[in-house]
């Protein structure tokens, strides 16, 4: 079953469509969900977590309609939200054990579980003084831990890497990915930068104007395109190569340094290996051509 | 973390271990424990308990000039041997309304205004209570610290009272009166002051914006009864409902009609009192229909 499930989502405000028929599921793991600014996607969380109903559609999250199952829902999701939602007068211990409560743990158990995670997302000393004096990383971290404190069966992480500097986001994504795979806890982030989800998503959902552009596992995305890629010594080699693969009757052309070729089965792996050879040219490197997330999207 | 203490140590060794992440398979509670718990906190916080020392400053400030004069006044009724209290309990809490003015101005914000400000709301909006349940858990809260601040000093001028041996009978009546009274007025406080509060997440606006409110209708009804009534009798009607124009007047008023209390040498008759019911009740009602408008609001933003 899906972890979350939208048929026909649709947000309409007086002035603009927000959501537009979306239609997507999300499974366990890390899943991505990219689109410019504007393009639907904080609309999107606040409709899964039943804070404003739909104009027209259904969702389902872990087997609840975020309608008519909004309390359900929120009390098995953790959201991270964008913007700052610290106040400065309390400790990151104090306000994570009291959300915790929030979430209808016992006092004795929110204590517990913000301890733990509170380590978990890497904040030591720190977190027994006010936040009003933490850093943009702490905060994001803080941030990230009230959305963990009550041991969530979805999480749903809004820019989580805003205002972080490169050190930053990097440990902020590796901690994504673990929360997806050792925490076994199914994520999922929004952002806007496409490349920055290639290295920790399972699945990437594309939003454009409030509409599904794609929805697909990033190895489905990036998979290989049946092109092997083949590099030789000097651009020469490259050339008879070339005029050599096409006589025998594959499809090859030259881009860049490199020759690529259209793979029609494990034929062709021989023909490249046997062609270089009796050639005498100095091979470089042999592999299955695969696109980048970046260029999937700037169509 | 969990690269320093990698699995493949020997268990055995003593060392301490990352154990990773555990599930929690305890209990959650539901809406009604949560929304509890949120009354205590905001409780709490309403007298800077779980908050930063200086936050502490004000309310307990407050609490001790609530206390203080019913302190030396036990003392005096004591040692004096007194043959009838100085003070009846509900006069008390009418004579000490600039400092319950001064207590809801400063703490009404901080449970109204700060999680606004902050956007902390968002956090409380995206767990299981309901809005709803979060305005009332508030407000709930800012009723039970003014209790607190009224009922403290009532409690001791009660005790008192015992000690010096006055009527029990008489003295607990009192004691009842000025509660039930005080409780009428945190009802009708907290609603006015939540209600501005949550209205701006400005801290500052939000204090001025309550004392002006307090202050300048308590003047105002006070000048007006004053000149309506010049003999101070208030057989006039007009005088009378003159005291719907404040807080402290209008719970003050309703009060004495619900506990036929003549300590004030007038009481309404049953109309009049009816009119000050059904205006507290409005009063009450659309501030806590405005408050929820108000998180509705902030819930859609």
Same mark, same amino acid.
């Given at each position: 079953?899906?972890?979350?499930?939208?048929?026909?989502?649709?947000?309409?405000?007086? @002035?603009?469509?927000?959501?537009?028929?979306?239609?997507?599921?999300?499974?366990?793991?890390?899943?991505?969900?990219?689109?410019?600014?504007?393009?639907?996607?904080?609309?999107?969380?606040?409709?899964?977590?039943?804070?404003?109903?739909?104009?027209?559609?259904?969702?389902?999250?872990?087997?609840?309609?975020?309608?008519?199952?909004?309390?359900?829902?929120?009390?098995?999701?953790?959201?991270?939200?964008?913007?700052?939602?610290?106040?400065?007068?309390?400790?990151?211990?104090?306000?994570?054990?009291?959300?915790?409560?929030?979430?209808?743990?016992?006092?004795?158990?929110?204590?517990?579980?913000?301890?733990?995670?509170?380590?978990?997302?890497?904040?030591?000393?720190?977190?027994?003084?006010?936040?009003?004096?933490?850093?943009?990383?702490?905060?994001?971290?803080?941030?990230?831990?009230?959305?963990?404190? $009550?041991?969530?069966?979805?999480?749903?992480?809004?820019?989580?890497?805003?205002?972080?500097?490169?050190?930053?986001?990097?440990?902020?994504?590796?901690?994504?990915?673990?929360?997806?795979?050792?925490?076994?806890?199914?994520?999922?982030?929004?952002? $806007?930068?496409?490349?920055?989800?290639?290295?920790?998503?399972?699945?990437?959902?594309?939003?454009?104007?409030?509409?599904?552009?794609?929805?697909?596992?990033?190895?489905?995305?990036?998979?290989?395109?049946?092109?092997?890629?083949?590099?030789?010594?000097?651009?020469?080699?490259?050339?008879?190569?070339?005029?050599?693969?096409?006589?025998?009757?594959? @499809?090859?052309?030259?881009?860049?340094?490199?020759?690529?070729?259209?793979?029609?089965?494990?034929?062709?792996?021989?023909?490249? @290996?046997?062609?270089?050879?009796?050639?005498?040219?100095?091979?470089? @490197?042999?592999?299955?051509?695969?696109?980048?997330?970046?260029?999937?999207?700037?169509? | 973390?969990?690269?320093?203490?990698?699995?493949?140590?020997?268990?055995?060794?003593?060392?301490?271990?990352?154990?990773?992440?555990?599930?929690?398979?305890?209990?959650?509670? =539901?809406?009604?424990?949560? /929304?509890?718990?949120?009354?205590?906190?905001?409780?709490?916080?309403?007298?800077?308990?779980?908050?930063?020392?200086?936050?502490?400053?004000?309310?307990?400030?407050?609490?001790?000039?609530?206390?203080?004069?019913?302190? %030396?006044?036990?003392?005096?009724?004591?040692?004096?041997?007194?043959?009838?209290?100085?003070?009846?309990?509900?006069?008390?809490?009418?004579?000490?309304?600039?400092?319950?003015?001064?207590?809801?101005?400063?703490?009404?914000?901080?449970?109204?205004?700060?999680?606004?400000?902050?956007?902390?709301?968002?956090?409380?909006?995206?767990?299981?209570?309901?809005?709803?349940?979060?305005?009332?858990?508030?407000? =709930?809260?800012?009723?039970?610290?003014?209790? %607190?601040?009224?009922? %403290?000093?009532?409690?001791?001028?009660?005790?008192?009272?015992?000690?010096?041996?006055?009527?029990?009978?008489?003295?607990?009546?009192?004691?009842?009166?000025?509660?039930?009274?005080?409780?009428?007025?945190?009802?009708?406080?907290?609603? %006015?002051?939540?209600?501005?509060?949550?209205?701006?997440?400005?801290?500052?606006?939000?204090?001025?914006?309550?004392?002006?409110?307090?202050?300048?209708?308590?003047?105002?009804?006070?000048? *007006?009864?004053?000149?309506?009534?010049?003999?101070?009798?208030?057989?006039? /009607?007009?005088?009378?409902?003159?005291?719907?124009?404040?807080?402290?007047?209008?719970?003050?008023?309703?009060? /004495?009609?619900?506990?036929?209390?003549?300590?004030?040498?007038?009481?309404?008759? *049953?109309?009049?009192?009816?009119?000050?019911?059904?205006?507290?009740?409005?009063?009450?009602?659309?501030?806590?229909?405005?408050?929820?408008?108000?998180?509705?609001?902030?819930?859609?933003?």
């Amino acid at each position: 079953m899906p972890v979350i499930a939208t048929t026909a989502l649709t947000k309409r405000y007086p @002035r603009v469509t927000a959501l537009d028929e979306l239609t997507v599921e999300v499974g366990s793991g890390v899943t991505g969900l990219v689109g410019a600014n504007g393009a639907g996607k904080s609309t999107l969380l606040k409709i899964l977590l039943g804070l404003i109903a739909p104009t027209a559609g259904s969702a389902i999250v872990l087997g609840h309609d975020v309608v008519t199952g909004g309390e359900a829902v929120r009390a098995l999701v953790g959201y991270m939200p964008e913007h700052d939602c610290l106040p400065p007068d309390v400790s990151a211990t104090e306000f994570v054990v009291h959300l915790g409560q929030m979430s209808g743990l016992p006092a004795t158990a929110a204590r517990e579980r913000a301890a733990d995670v509170l380590r978990h997302v890497g904040l030591d000393e720190a977190r027994y003084r006010p936040m009003g004096g933490y850093s943009t990383g702490m905060k994001q971290r803080v941030k990230l831990a009230q959305a963990l404190t $009550h041991d969530p069966k979805l999480v749903l992480l809004d820019e989580p890497t805003n205002g972080l500097d490169p050190a930053g986001r990097d440990e902020m994504l590796a901690l994504v990915r673990r929360i997806g795979t050792e925490f076994g806890i199914p994520v999922l982030i929004t952002s $806007h930068l496409l490349g920055e989800l290639e290295s920790v998503c399972d699945h990437i959902v594309v939003l454009d104007g409030g509409r599904l552009l794609r929805s697909e596992s990033k190895a489905a995305l990036t998979g290989e395109t049946g092109v092997l890629a083949v590099e030789v010594r000097d651009l020469s080699g490259r050339d008879r190569l070339g005029a050599a693969l096409a006589h025998a009757g594959a @499809r090859a052309r030259a881009e860049g340094p490199l020759v690529l070729v259209e793979i029609t089965g494990d034929a062709t792996y021989d023909l490249v @290996r046997d062609t270089v050879a009796e050639l005498g040219l100095g091979l470089v @490197r042999v592999e299955p051509h695969r696109h980048r997330l970046e260029e999937v999207f700037s169509v | 973390m969990s690269e320093q203490f990698a699995p493949q140590q020997n268990p055995r060794t003593g060392v301490i271990h990352d154990i990773g992440y555990r599930h929690y398979e305890g209990p959650r509670l =539901g809406r009604f424990a949560i /929304t509890q718990a949120l009354l205590v906190a905001s409780v709490r916080h309403a007298y800077g308990l779980g908050r930063s020392g200086k936050s502490k400053v004000m309310p307990i400030l407050l609490l001790a000039v609530m206390v203080v004069p019913v302190a %030396i006044i036990v003392g005096i009724e004591v040692a004096m041997k007194l043959d009838s209290p100085p003070i009846i309990p509900a006069h008390y809490v009418f004579f000490l309304q600039p400092v319950i003015a001064l207590y809801l101005a400063s703490q009404a914000p901080q449970l109204f205004s700060r999680d606004l400000r902050y956007g902390s709301i968002v956090l409380y909006l995206a767990r299981p209570p309901r809005r709803t349940d979060y305005a009332l858990a508030k407000l =709930g809260a800012l009723v039970i610290a003014l209790l %607190i601040l009224i009922g %403290i000093p009532l409690f001791i001028l009660y005790v008192g009272a015992l000690l010096a041996k006055f009527d029990v009978t008489d003295m607990t009546k009192e004691f009842a009166v000025g509660l039930a009274g005080g409780l009428l007025l945190s009802i009708l406080l907290a609603s %006015i002051g939540g209600l501005i509060a949550a209205a701006t997440p400005r801290r500052g606006f939000a204090v001025a914006a309550i004392i002006t409110v307090l202050i300048v209708s308590f003047t105002a009804t006070i000048t *007006t009864t004053a000149i309506l009534d010049p003999d101070q009798t208030m057989d006039s /009607t007009a005088a009378r409902f003159a005291n719907l124009g404040s807080p402290f007047t209008l719970s003050r008023t309703l009060g /004495t009609f619900l506990f036929r209390d003549d300590s004030d040498g007038w009481m309404p008759t *049953t109309t009049q009192g009816l009119v000050f019911l059904g205006v507290y009740l409005v009063i009450v009602g659309l501030c806590v229909w405005g408050l929820n408008r108000r998180y509705a609001k902030v819930a859609h933003g």
